[in-house]
């Protein structure tokens, strides 16, 4: 009887030991508020280390650090953006459109074609892609730069040789807002049988840049 009694005790007794396994998760939850707040701290070691520890935390630092961008201080906002960027940097889409005329087409005549392709950005990174149009397709090089609106975005028009490559110069871009990147008269001559004939082809560009809805509808 002794012996049960001795050994019930020790069970009892490590039951707090037991218990404290669920309160892991709210004193990691308590970390990473710890670390977003040492983000404003004023010794410059104790900022990377927070920075250090939010990055080693990873996906799980992704909710308290989106919750805390409006932090009051400006430094603090911008370390999170920071942390956000490489933790869960934002997916953009551009869709570059080319509006223009083929063969007899003016200046002051209505743009009857419409093509358009759609790129997909998870982080800066330049993109090559192509518009296909009623005569040619068109090559287009894309690259976009930075962690928050507006972004940098460079749009480019390789030639028939890869090392020629014109355009107009990169440009900040907020979400939503189309910016026209160029206008183009481009001409075809052919010389047959002792005539030489002449084809006329305008283009507008535009450019839209917008977040991924599947990302926005994964944040809600």
Known sequence: MITIIFTLSLLASSLPAVCSIDDEPTGASSDISSWIKNLG????????EAARK???AGPAAIGALRSSLMDPDPEVRA???EMLSLL????LIVDVVRVGNSGEGSWLSRRTDLDSTSIRFSRNELIQSSVTSATEERRIQ???RGTEAP???EILF?????TIVSGPPA???DPGVPWVVLSEERVAMEHALGKTTTEGELATWVAVLHHDPSEELERL
């Open 41 to 48: 701290s004023e010794e410059w070691s104790v900022r990377e």
């Open 54 to 56: 939010l990055l080693d």
């Open 79 to 81: 370390r999170i953006k």
């Open 88 to 91: 869960s940097p934002p997916v």
């Open 142 to 144: 894309v690259e976009i």
């Open 151 to 153: 972004y940098s975005v």
């Open 158 to 162: 390789p030639g028939v040789n890869s």
């Open 171 to 173: 440009r900040g871009l």
